[in-house]
C-alpha cells in the first residue's frame, strides 16, 4: 500500500516526460551474486526478462523512444564464449522472439556491428526488425555497439561520399537520435562508450540499484529529476 501511494506521489511530480531515454542494464552479474544464485549469469536471464517490463512503465508514460545498451562491442569480443554465447540465446529468445511476439507497441531497431554478433542472433534480430517495421514506438538495441567506432563510422562514411563534414551530416549518419534522459544502473557513474555522440545534451542519471532490481519507483524517480531539471 505504502509502496503504491509513493508511486503515485512521484508520479504527479514528473512535469516532463522525456521523449527518448537511454537504458544502461548494468550489474546483472552482481544482483545474482547478491541473490544467492551460485551462476551469476543466471542475473543476465533475470535481466533481459526486465526489458519488457520496463518498457511498459515507458509505454505507460508516453516515452516514444528507447534506447537500450544491452551489450558492447567489447562485451561481446573479450567475454567467456560460453557466457557470450548464452547471453546471445538469451537476446534471441526474449527480446527477438517473445518480446517482438507480446507487444504491439515496439518498432525495433539495431545499433551496432551484427556482423560481429553469432550468426543465429544477427538473423534472428533482423526478422525481429522486419516484422515490427510498421509499429509505432521505437527500442532501439545497442549491442556490439561501440560509441567511439559508430562516429568514426559516420566520418568515413561522409568522406567516401565527398560530403562536407558537417554537425548536421555526421548526426543524419549516426544509427540513434540523441536522447532526452540517460539512466545507468548499478551505480556506476560513467557511460561506457554509450551514445558519446548525442550525449553530450543530454539529462543523466545514475541508479545505485541493480537492473533486475530496478523499480518502477526508481524510474519514476529518474523521471521526476529529469523534470525537476527540465521542465519550464
Not at 543476465?44 to 517490463?53: L, M, N
Not at 537476446?91 to 551496432?112: D, H, K, Q, T, Y
Not at 540499484?209 to 523499480?215: A, D, H, L, S
Request: net charge neutral.
Amino acid at each position: 500500500m505504502l509502496y503504491a501511494l509513493y508511486a503515485r506521489l512521484l508520479r504527479r511530480q514528473v512535469r516532463k516526460v522525456p521523449r527518448h531515454v537511454g537504458l544502461v542494464m548494468d550489474g546483472n552479474r552482481r544482483w545474482a551474486r547478491e541473490q544467492g544464485f551460485d551462476n551469476p549469469s543466471v542475473g543476465h536471464r533475470y535481466g533481459v526478462e526486465h526489458i519488457g517490463t520496463v518498457l511498459g512503465w515507458c509505454a505507460e508514460l508516453g516515452i516514444q523512444e528507447v534506447t537500450i545498451y544491452v551489450a558492447s562491442a567489447d562485451n561481446v569480443r573479450k567475454r567467456e564464449s560460453q557466457q557470450v554465447a548464452t547471453y546471445m540465446e538469451l537476446i534471441e529468445e526474449i527480446i527477438a522472439g517473445r518480446l517482438v511476439a507480446s507487444s504491439p507497441l515496439w518498432r525495433l531497431r539495431v545499433a551496432g556491428r551484427l556482423d560481429e554478433l553469432p550468426d543465429s542472433t544477427a538473423h534472428a534480430l533482423k526478422e525481429a526488425v522486419d516484422a515490427t517495421r510498421d509499429r509505432p514506438r521505437e527500442l532501439t538495441l545497442a549491442i556490439g555497439y561501440d560509441g567511439r567506432q559508430e562516429i568514426v563510422d559516420a566520418v568515413r562514411g561522409l568522406l567516401e561520399s565527398g560530403e562536407e563534414i558537417t554537425e548536421e551530416a555526421i548526426s543524419a549518419r549516426i544509427h540513434v537520435p540523441d536522447p532526452d534522459l540517460i539512466i545507468r544502473t548499478s551505480g556506476e557513474r560513467r557511460l561506457s562508450g554509450f551514445l558519446l555522440w548525442g550525449s553530450p545534451r543530454a539529462e543523466l542519471h545514475f541508479c545505485d540499484v541493480y537492473w533486475p532490481g530496478f523499480r518502477r519507483v526508481d524510474f519514476l524517480r529518474a523521471l521526476r529529476a529529469y523534470s525537476a531539471r527540465c521542465a519550464p
